[in-house]
C-alpha cells in the first residue's frame, strides 16, 4: 500500500523568503502525486499534481514540485512566500489502480514579516 | 457554480445522539469521499462510493453509516457508536477513472458535547 510523509510538522519562514516543503512517498510503481493546501476551517484547494511526464510541476498561487523517482519524493517549492501562504499543506499519493488518495499528516506554514 | 457544498458549517450535538452530516456536488462526479481530520492526524479516509448505490469502508468506518441514493448526494451518519466523533469532516468528489484528483467541499465542524 502506498504512504505518505511529511516530516516537518510547522515550517517558519520570513516573508519574500524561499520555502520548501519536503513529501516522500512510499509506492511501487509510478505514483499519482498531489500537493493541496488548506487555510484554517477550510476545504482543501488543489495546488498541483503530477500524473506522468515532466518531472518539475507548476501550479497555482506560484507554487512548484519536482518528482524524484530516485529519491520517492515530490518537494514543493515557492521563491518567494507572501504573508498569504500562510496555511496547511498536505501531500497526497493516488495509484491508477485505486480510487482513494493518501494523505500525509501535513505542514503548517507559518509567514513571519 | 459548479462545486461541493456541506451543511452545516458548524454542529453541535449531545453524546449518545446520532447525526448526520449533508455533502452534495453539483459537479456530475462518479465518486465521493468522507475524510475525518484531527489535529496533527492529515486525513483519514471514512468511506467512499464509486457509483450510486455502492460504498466502501475506509480506514476508520467503524461508528459510521454513509449511503449513495443520488450521484448528487452522500450523507454521512455519525452514530452513537463512534467514540469520539469531535471532529472536521470533509467530503470529496472525483471525475471517475483515469483522473485521481479530488474535489473538497468546505467542511463541517462537529462537536459533541
Known amino acids: 500500500a502506498q504512504s505518505v510523509t511529511q516530516p516537518d510538522i510547522h515550517i517558519t519562514v520570513s516573508e519574500g523568503a524561499s520555502l520548501e516543503l519536503r513529501c516522500n512517498y512510499s509506492?511501487?510503481?509510478?505514483?499519482?502525486l498531489f500537493w493541496y493546501v488548506q487555510s484554517p476551517g477550510q476545504g482543501l484547494q488543489l495546488l498541483l499534481k503530477?500524473?506522468?511526464?515532466?518531472?518539475l510541476v507548476q501550479g497555482i498561487k506560484g507554487f512548484e514540485a519536482e518528482f524524484k523517482r530516485s529519491q520517492s519524493s515530490f518537494n514543493l517549492r515557492k521563491p518567494s512566500v507572501h504573508w498569504s501562504d500562510a496555511a496547511e499543506y498536505f501531500c497526497a499519493v493516488g495509484t491508477n489502480s485505486g480510487y482513494a488518495l493518501n494523505f500525509g499528516k501535513g505542514t503548517s506554514l507559518l509567514v513571519t514579516p | 457554480d459548479g462545486g461541493i457544498t456541506q451543511s452545516p458549517k458548524y454542529l453541535f450535538r449531545k453524546e449518545g445522539q446520532n447525526v448526520t452530516l449533508s455533502c452534495e456536488q453539483n459537479?456530475?462526479?462518479?465518486?465521493m469521499y468522507w475524510y475525518r481530520q484531527d489535529p496533527g492526524q492529515g486525513l483519514r479516509l471514512i468511506y467512499y462510493?464509486?457509483?450510486?448505490?455502492?460504498?466502501q469502508k475506509g480506514d476508520i468506518a467503524e461508528g459510521y453509516s454513509v449511503s449513495r441514493e443520488k450521484k448528487e448526494s452522500f450523507p454521512l451518519t455519525v452514530t452513537s457508536a463512534q467514540k469520539n466523533p469531535t471532529a472536521f469532516y470533509l467530503c470529496a468528489s472525483r471525475p471517475g477513472q483515469g483522473n485521481n484528483e479530488q474535489f473538497f467541499g468546505p467542511g463541517t465542524r462537529l462537536t459533541v458535547l
Open positions: 459537479l456530475n462526479h462518479d465518486a
Open positions: 509506492y511501487g510503481a509510478t505514483p499519482y
Open positions: 503530477y500524473f506522468s511526464g515532466d518531472t
Open positions: 462510493s464509486q457509483i450510486v448505490n455502492d460504498f
